[in-house]
């Protein structure tokens, strides 16, 4: 057993959840010491609806599912997910204000009733407005809203 697995039964919290969006670089990609977990429950657990909401900006995303998929060893690909078409745009990113409601906004318009991120600072205005969930990826913590 990784040491990490022994967090893992934190996540499990997310089975109470029927749509659920994660971000990328920082939580199921690059630096995130339980992104393994994220994949775990993803892969096992396909009665819920995935969806990919990132800050990167279209013309970053193209690899995203190879990306996804490469990091992943095989575990995660495309089919896990429903969609990843929401893209932060220009505008976005230069209003601070937008930018922290951005992805709460969106979870809301898609049905996602949680987000999982890295980035709490610049993500829980919009979650708390909005109603969504907030799943903490680097203390796997759980703030209801």
């Not at 996602?112 to 600072?121: F, G, H, R, T």
Request: net charge negative; glycine share 4%; hydrophobic share 40%.
């Amino acid at each position: 057993m990784k040491f990490y697995e022994f967090f893992c039964f934190k996540i499990e919290e997310l089975k109470n959840y029927t749509s659920i969006a994660f971000d990328l670089d920082g939580t199921l990609i690059g630096d995130n010491y339980y992104k393994h977990c994220f994949w775990d429950f993803i892969s096992k657990n396909k009665n819920i609806d995935y969806f990919i909401v990132t800050f990167r900006e279209r013309k970053e995303c193209v690899s995203l599912w190879e990306e996804i998929e490469k990091e992943s060893n095989g575990l995660l690909t495309k089919n896990n997910f429903k969609t990843h078409d929401f893209f932060i745009d220009n505008f976005v990113k230069q209003n601070n204000n937008e930018l922290k409601l951005w992805k709460g906004f969106v979870c809301a318009n898609i049905g996602a009733q949680i987000l999982v991120d890295d980035m709490q600072e610049l993500v829980i205005e919009g979650c708390k407005k909005y109603g969504i969930d907030f799943f903490n990826s680097k203390t796997l913590s759980l703030r209801k809203f």
